[in-house]
């Protein structure tokens, strides 16, 4: 195996970072890590590009409508292509009686070196830090809504559950992203139910239409359709 | 709606975070806090808790087994009930090769008031920075292996898929979780499947016994079982 690329640099209690576009690591470099390990873990941090309330700088307060609300979520989906700080996904939360934006999200897996943080779950971390507690929904706190561009992969379904949303908008379907190649991985055929059985609400197709061609443009324009399955080690 | 506590406290950049035992928030301090949104967003950071590493210094380097493996895990789920850092659930993401341990993991749900943050997740993230990569099936590393002392529920099951891990090892069943109370959330029937369609292999029932009574002791000594559905807000 050849090595191309090996770029120790990032967070200074980051063992090893290397570039998201290096294509291969020394085996050696990895063995030598794990051999000096000292059991000290890195701190994982996570912050929302800069082009993201720079945006919102200049938006309305208030979201009343699904359509609206939906399109505010679209742009970041679209924005978050354009800056080059992720995929083609966006989401936020709302509170469900002002219909305020109390934090938005977008895809940050590559650049955040972690394939966790997708645009539902960075809106969810976000919101839930902004308001202090681990439940959107704890007593005392008004309802919120989960906004986002595309229905929600299995992990992010999940998520939206132990979240405490009372509310979940999705624009494009699932199908809409395994057209491109993403997959939806493993989701129960009837979740809006199972949603609905947890109290959550579910609106789905709210500007769908422009939701999908985002991904579809993504594509076009060979952005990268990662998954977990890309590696091929054994 | 009476106001209890109001905490104001936490990371600098938080605009409000209050003590996760306080019932009552008041609802004007929300809408101010709302009403002056400057779009200034938050940092989330997670660190491990001080003493995995403590406990982690006197331990093994090399765990051969899956029994040896889960016993690390199911022994983390236990000290983060003892400790006060979280829920009763531990993971860890291993080397496959050399069954070195590369990043443990525990619930962290209260402590770093995010939903998202359950022991597998935790052990994911903390991995995907050591090895700096959002892939840890990536071209050139080793293959890993995800071990958990309770099999995942919906949102750690989606996450395992993305994650880069090929092989999954779980402790006690998500009937052992359900019984104390944990939601499952919502998984396919088949998900062990799911995972193998991805090249995941699936272990199960890996010193189950150990680890639903780690659950058991939980729920005994009145840990809270919380989960997305106990707000009462509409």
């Given amino acids: 195996m050849s090595v191309t690329a ?22 050696k470099a990895i063995n030598e890590i794990m051999n000096s390990a000292t059991h000290t873990f ?14 919102l700088q200049e938006q309305a ?13 679209t742009t970041l989906s679209k924005l978050n292509i354009e800056q080059g700080t992720g995929g083609p996904f966006g989401a936020g939360i709302f509170r469900a009686d002002t219909h ?30 902004i308001l202090g507690s681990h439940d959107l929904g704890a007593t005392g706190l008004p309802p919120h809504e989960l906004v986002t561009s595309c229905e929600p992969c299995a992990m992010c379904l999940g998520a939206t559950c132990w979240s405490g949303v009372h509310h979940l908008v999705c624009g ?3 199908y809409d992203a395994e057209a491109i ?46 998954n977990g399955r890309q590696g091929d080690s054994e």
């Avoid at 934006?101 to 897996?109: C, D, H, I, S, Y």
């Avoid at 650049?111 to 943080?117: A, D, V």
């Fill in 181 to 226: 190649g993403f997959d939806e991985g493993p989701k129960p055929q009837n979740w809006v139910t199972a949603l609905e059985e947890r109290g959550i609400t579910v609106t789905v197709d709210i500007g769908r239409q422009e939701a999908a061609q985002v991904l579809k443009n993504y594509v076009e324009q060979n952005g990268e359709v990662y």
């Fill in 172 to 174: 494009a379907r699932g």
């Fill in 61 to 73: 307060t208030t979201f009343p409508t699904h359509e609206a609300r939906m399109a505010l979520v």
């Fill in 42 to 55: 890195p701190r994982f941090q996570l912050e929302l590009p800069q082009w993201i309330p720079d945006f």
């Fill in 6 to 27: 090996i770029k120790v640099d990032g967070p200074p209690n980051c063992l090893l970072c290397f570039d998201s576009q290096a294509k291969f690591i020394s085996t």
């Fill in 100 to 129: 305020q934006l109390v934090a938005p999200g977008v895809n940050l897996v590559m650049s955040s070196r972690s394939s966790i943080t997708h645009a539902e779950i960075v809106a969810i971390m976000m919101a839930q830090q």
